[in-house]
């Protein structure tokens, strides 16, 4: 059956990219660009939290930066400028995702066991596992990118497996169940942890709340924007071969669209996560009122 004709985007896709992609753009970038100014030059001491924070924020500027080239790159050819910025675009999107869970199992260590925090946790080793994880998903993509052109060129800025195989079901896996899972699993369990805590003023029980509802944001955040992506993966991977042109047809708009969906979510990370973290309030108070933080005020985010 030939369906080559239905992977081309349709020209209201190419619309919605345009419409949506370019006010992401701008936003995201200066949301981005704030928070690793304060990241990185504002505060004077740097912790677990801030080093997860700014490699976040790096990652959804580098993912920023390919989306200019997926609304204007319309080739079907996969030429090596084309590779190259494909493959960051995959990359900083699963770091993305990668980042964000390793925050809510940091946040589940530090609040569940306070005192093996002490042991488990350190600056070091936290730029370590970022390191590690930027070492792994750059041999990843670029080891799948080699193995599927080499099968199949396919289009520019599409899936990194444009046929059944075993790199797309990895993507559903390992780039999103495995990630959901952990993230789901840390965030109930604080939730359960902070409202058993007993005989706390009134003030202390706003700061609880406060903190649950940034919780429950931050995964509502992670399902609304990276599921209907991946459940487009899978469609698309458990279909491929039986469907006919018009589901395929339909499968392929339903991954564009989610795709859109998941592309938002490097603007929306400035609010899960940058903007209500405690050091990032405080070095912004500084830097509107251009006094140093004390090193004491340094403080983690829930």
């Not at 609304?71 to 079907?76: G, I």
């Not at 960051?88 to 946040?107: G, K, P």
């Not at 840390?186 to 003023?201: A, E, G, P």
């Not at 989610?258 to 405690?278: G, P, Q, T």
């Amino acid at each position: 059956m030939n369906c080559s004709n239905l992977t081309s985007e349709n020209h209201a896709v190419h619309l919605a990219q345009t419409f949506i992609y370019v006010p992401v753009f701008f936003t995201g970038i200066i949301l981005n660009m704030l928070a690793l100014r304060v990241f990185c030059c504002r505060l004077t001491k740097w912790t677990e939290t801030r080093i997860y924070m700014t490699n976040l924020a790096i990652t959804d500027c580098l993912f920023l930066f390919t989306l200019p080239f997926k609304l204007v790159y319309r080739t079907d050819h996969m030429d090596k400028l084309c590779i190259v910025l494909e493959a960051a675009y995959f990359i900083n999107r699963y770091m993305s995702i990668f980042l964000i869970t390793v925050i809510a199992l940091d946040r589940y260590i530090a609040v569940r066991y306070p005192l093996q925090a002490k042991n488990v946790r350190s600056p070091l080793k936290s730029a370590l596992v970022c390191g590690l994880f930027w070492i792994l998903m750059i041999s990843i993509v670029c080891i799948s990118k080699y193995m599927n052109d080499e099968e199949d060129p396919g289009i520019c800025f599409r899936s990194i497996s444009r046929r059944p195989s075993v790199h797309s079901f990895a993507i559903v896996i390992w780039g999103f169940l495995i990630p959901l899972i952990i993230l789901s699993f840390c965030s109930i369990q604080i939730i359960k942890k902070l409202t058993r805590k007993k005989n706390v003023d009134l003030h202390e029980e706003k700061l609880i709340q406060k903190a649950i509802k940034i919780i429950l944001a931050n995964m509502t955040t992670f399902i609304i924007c990276f599921l209907p992506l991946h459940v487009a993966y899978f469609i698309q991977f458990i279909e491929f071969t039986d469907a006919s042109c018009a589901k395929r047809k339909q499968n392929d708009l339903f991954l564009n669209v989610a795709a859109i969906l998941a592309n938002i979510n490097c603007c929306l990370d400035a609010f899960c996560y940058y903007f209500v973290s405690k050091e990032f309030q405080e070095a912004s108070i500084d830097l509107r009122t251009q006094h140093q933080v004390p090193e004491n005020q340094d403080t983690e985010m829930v």
